[in-house]
């Protein structure tokens, strides 16, 4: 029997940080009274298969971003491992990876980049880059005058059209106008159908999760409370939203 690949091993990771909200940076810096540390992951532990499409659930504050930011290398871990085994991993989340100050033109090659690819792989697909995005002459404007909307057609097209071994994927499918969200759903259907691509979608829709994923983790405070078959976890994760009403 041929063993099969793992894409992304997590082993009792935890993940904190400091809650200065109620602090200014004056009184966090020469006061002696100290921030609260908020812990956002707790012990958690799993693999995911290279080809896995996996959805993560949970109510807001849950720790679904940050474990999502975690995978990215955008947050760092307080204690535990992830390993990607040598694959190369690109996040989809509003809010993240954009210099607001550039135009969105400059964006594609900046995300790019950070991506791993080069310039010249960039440049062969820009203009499917572009014409996916449905922005015009927008692409040539500063991200700072995007819309949410714009902001997230853009971001979905460099992913969706660069694409890496893995992708996570925070909520962006519910961004956008209603075409949109149509043609994004359906170039996901087309992009997790390769084998070989290994997915992992935050998602608050119920479709998302059951039509897209093999598998659905539901995160509770920072724990994994449950995983299994999308179609089981998403009706008990329901099931206790209703109860919580």
């Known amino acids: 029997m041929k063993k099969e690949k793992i894409a992304i091993s997590i082993k009792d990771l935890f993940i904190s940080y400091r809650d200065i ?5 004056r009184k966090t810096l020469f006061s002696r009274e100290k921030t609260t540390l908020y812990t956002a992951i707790r012990g958690v532990s799993f693999d995911i298969k290279k080809g896995e499409i996996v959805g993560i659930c949970g109510k807001n504050g849950s720790g679904k971003s940050t474990l999502l930011r975690a995978i990215a290398g955008i947050f760092s871990a307080d204690k535990g491992t992830i390993n990607l085994n040598n694959n190369s991993v690109s996040l989809l989340s509003i809010g993240v990876g954009f210099q607001k100050k550039l135009t969105g033109y400059d964006n594609i090659f900046l995300s790019g980049m950070l991506l791993g690819f080069s310039k010249e792989q960039i440049d062969a697909k820009l203009n499917d880059i572009i014409e996916f995005s449905e922005l015009g002459d927008f692409i040539y404007k500063p991200v700072s005058s995007y819309s949410s909307g714009m902001y997230s057609k853009l971001a979905f097209s460099i992913t969706a059209i660069l694409e ?3 992708m996570l994927i ?3 499918l519910s961004v956008g106008d209603v075409a949109f969200k149509e043609k994004s759903y359906n170039k996901m259907k087309e992009l ?5 691509r290994t997915v992992v979608i935050v998602s608050h829709s119920s479709k ?3 039509e897209l994923c093999d598998r659905v983790i539901w995160l509770h405070e920072g724990k994994i409370l449950e995983d299994g078959k999308p179609e089981e976890v998403v009706s008990h994760y329901e ?3 209703k109860n919580q009403i």
């Open 21 to 25: 909200k109620k602090f200014s940076i």
């Open 192 to 196: 997790i159908s390769d084998e070989n």
């Open 164 to 166: 890496t071994d893995i």
């Open 208 to 210: 998302t999760l059951e």
């Open 239 to 241: 099931e206790f939203i």
């Open 170 to 172: 925070d909520e962006v």
